[in-house]
């Protein structure tokens, strides 16, 4: 385990991956929380009905599908917090990451309405529905820096310290 790395440990370039650690925790916490208010769980269930991933969640009922999407959130917060001690959490919790904005961004295309294609000027028109899912490519983005900032050298040749 001493091979995986920890960004608060690192030096130089590394070392201030560690902001980004702690901006993701900030966001899965809030996510987290919000996942309880029932707006929240009326708010999502367009997605998850018609997400071939996740439409499964709906044996647990409108509220249950939210309950267990937040306490996921909650689980890959504490992960990432835990990330900055423990090299596996931390790759754990940002391979988590990037699996939750993968299927999040999934919802842009599974969504209807939520993008409107074309052969005109504007080949792809969104609403901000669209605008609000087209963020967690960036999100996705970060959890893959801290997934491979967190792995071994030898698996990751081309990081540098």
């Known amino acids: 385990m001493k091979e995986f790395n920890v960004a608060e440990v690192g030096g130089g370039s590394y070392r201030p991956l560690a902001i980004l650690r702690w901006v993701m925790v900030i966001i899965f916490v809030s996510f987290g929380m919000?996942?309880?208010?029932p707006q929240s769980a009326q708010g999502i269930a367009q997605f998850i009905?018609?997400?071939p991933f996740i439409s499964w969640l709906s044996v647990f009922g409108l509220r249950g599908e939210a309950y267990v999407l937040g306490v996921a959130e909650f689980v890959i917060a504490a992960l990432l917090a835990a990330g900055s001690f423990s090299p596996v959490s931390s790759a754990l919790g940002s391979f988590m990451g990037m699996v939750t904005?993968?299927?999040?961004?999934?919802?842009?295309?599974?969504t209807p309405g939520v993008v409107k294609w074309s052969l005109s000027s504007d080949p792809m028109a969104w609403n901000l529905?669209?605008?609000?899912?087209?963020?967690d490519i960036v999100l996705l983005c970060v959890c893959a820096v801290l997934f491979l900032a967190s792995l071994p050298r030898s698996v990751v040749r081309?990081?540098?310290?």
Do not use: C, M
């Open 34 to 37: 919000q996942k309880f208010t």
């Open 49 to 51: 009905s018609n997400s």
């Open 101 to 110: 904005f993968a299927i999040t961004w999934s919802f842009f295309f599974t």
């Open 129 to 135: 529905t669209g605008e609000f899912l087209f963020k």
């Open 158 to 161: 081309l990081r540098t310290e």
